[in-house]
C-alpha cells in the first residue's frame, strides 16, 4: 500500500455488566485492555445495564452500580471524547435489534450457552427468557457499530462464536449485512483466579467477598484478602503444576508489575510466602492507588458524567440507526 493511503481504523466494540462491584479480574482481564486499544481502534465500549437484570438487582443499588461503572470506567482511563462510551439502555436500537436476532437464532443454539447453564444453576429461582436470550442482546451489541474485533475474557469466547454464527446467518439469508467479527483475548490477565478456590476464575458473584479484590477495595482490605489467599505447603514462590494459588499470584503480579513469571521467581527465591503475599498486596494497592482517586473526583462530579453520557449516546445511536434500519429494509418492514 502507498506510505499516503492511511488504512482505515479497525472498529472495537466492547461492553460490561454493572453487576455489583468491578473486580481486579474484570480490570486486568478486561478494562485494562480496552485503555490500551483506544488509540490503534476507533473503539466504542458500553455499560451493560439491559443485561443485567437477567438477574434480579435491588432498584437503588442497580442505579449507583451503573454510575459507579461509568466513575470508574473513566477513572480507569476511557476517554470518551476518543472513544464514545454510553449507558446501554439509553440507545434504544440494542433492544430493537436484539428481538430481530432472536427471531434468527436458534433454541438449540442458546441452550448450548454455558454461561446460560451456570447462571441458571445459580439462579435456580430466576430462570427467565432474558438469561436465555441473552447472547442475542450481545450480538445486538457488536453487530449494530459493524465491529472488527470484540475483546473479551476467555469465558466470553462462546457467546461470541454465536454472534457470528447469527451474522453469518442472516448475510446468508440477506445478502452482506453485517460484518463477521473476530473475538480479541488479550494473554495478559487473561484469567485472574479466585484468591480462596484458585482452581474456579475470580468472579464478583461469588458469595465469599475473600476471593475478589475490588478495585475500590480500600488498601488494608486488599492487603488482608492477599494475606488470606489460598496457596501451597511448598514454600517456594515459582510456577509450577499443583500451584494454581501460586501461580496466580505471580499472575496477578506480573500483570501488575510488568515483570516476567521468571523475573518475580528471582526476586522472591529464599523468601516465604508471607513476604510474597504482602508484596502482591502492596503492588495492587499501587495500580488501584491512583484509579481510586479518579474514581473519587468523577463520582462528585455528576454534571461531567451526563454530558459525557448523552454525548456518547447520542453518537451511538445515530452510528446504530444505521444498521438498523439497513436490517429492517432488508427483512421487508415498512420503514415509517
Ligand atoms: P459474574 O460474576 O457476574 O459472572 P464477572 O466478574 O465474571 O461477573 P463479567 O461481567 O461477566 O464479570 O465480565 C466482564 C469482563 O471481565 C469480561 O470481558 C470477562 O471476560 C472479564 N473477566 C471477568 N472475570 C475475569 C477474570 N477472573 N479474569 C480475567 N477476566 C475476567
Ligand atoms: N456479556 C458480557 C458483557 C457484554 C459484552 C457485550 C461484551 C454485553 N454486551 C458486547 C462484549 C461485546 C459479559 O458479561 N462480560
Known amino acids: 500500500m502507498p506510505e499516503t493511503v492511511q488504512e482505515k481504523k479497525k472498529v472495537i466494540f466492547s461492553a ?12 486486568l482481564g478486561a478494562l485494562r485492555n480496552w485503555v490500551k486499544l483506544q488509540d490503534d481502534y476507533n473503539c466504542i465500549f458500553a ?14 443499588s442497580f442505579r449507583q452500580n451503573i454510575l459507579n461503572a461509568y466513575a470508574l470506567f473513566l477513572a480507569c482511563g476511557i476517554d470518551p471524547e476518543k472513544s464514545p462510551f454510553f449507558i446501554q439502555s439509553h440507545v434504544h436500537t440494542h433492544a ?14 442458546l441452550s448450548r450457552m454455558t454461561q446460560f447453564k451456570d447462571k441458571s444453576q445459580k439462579h435456580a429461582d430466576n430462570v427467565n427468557a432474558g438469561l436465555f436470550t441473552y447472547p442475542s442482546l450481545m450480538a445486538a ?11 473479551v475474557g476467555v469465558d466470553q469466547k462462546q457467546h461470541l462464536e454465536l454472534t457470528r454464527n ?12 453485517f460484518k463477521i467479527p473476530e473475538p480479541y483475548i488479550s494473554q495478559v490477565g487473561a484469567k485472574i483466579m479466585s484468591l480462596q478456590d484458585p482452581a474456579k476464575k475470580m468472579s464478583k458473584s461469588d458469595e465469599n467477598s475473600n476471593s475478589w479484590v475490588a478495585i475500590l477495595d480500600k488498601p488494608d482490605v486488599i492487603m488482608k484478602k492477599f494475606k488470606r489467599a489460598v ?41 516465604g510466602y508471607g ?33 459525557q453520557y448523552h454525548k456518547s449516546a447520542e453518537f451511538a445511536l445515530k452510528l446504530s440507526q444505521r444498521t438498523l434500519s439497513k436490517v429492517m429494509k432488508k427483512i421487508g ?3 415509517p
Request: hydrophobic share 40%; net charge negative.
Open 47 to 60: 455499560v451493560a445495564d439491559l443485561h443485567a437484570i437477567t438477574v434480579r438487582q435491588d432498584p437503588k
Open 16 to 27: 460490561i455488566q454493572p453487576s455489583g462491584t468491578i473486580t481486579l479480574g474484570n480490570y
Open 141 to 151: 451489541d457488536i453487530l449494530l457499530y459493524q465491529a472488527d474485533v470484540v475483546p
Open 333 to 335: 418492514y415498512v420503514i
Open 96 to 109: 430493537e435489534l436484539a428481538w430481530i436476532l432472536n427471531c434468527y437464532t436458534q433454541f438449540g443454539e
Open 231 to 271: 496457596t501451597d505447603s511448598e514454600a517456594v514462590v515459582k510456577v509450577g503444576e499443583g500451584k494454581d494459588g501460586i501461580n496466580n499470584l505471580i499472575g496477578i503480579m506480573s500483570a501488575v508489575t510488568g515483570k516476567t513469571a521468571d523475573e518475580i521467581a528471582i526476586e522472591f527465591e529464599g523468601k
Open 275 to 307: 513476604d510474597f503475599k504482602t508484596a502482591v498486596g502492596e503492588a495492587v494497592v499501587e495500580e488501584v492507588r491512583p484509579i481510586q482517586e479518579r474514581f473519587n473526583d468523577y463520582i462528585n462530579n455528576k454534571d461531567y458524567l451526563v454530558e
Open 166 to 177: 447469527i451474522a453469518e446467518r442472516f448475510n446468508g439469508i440477506y445478502g452482506n449485512t
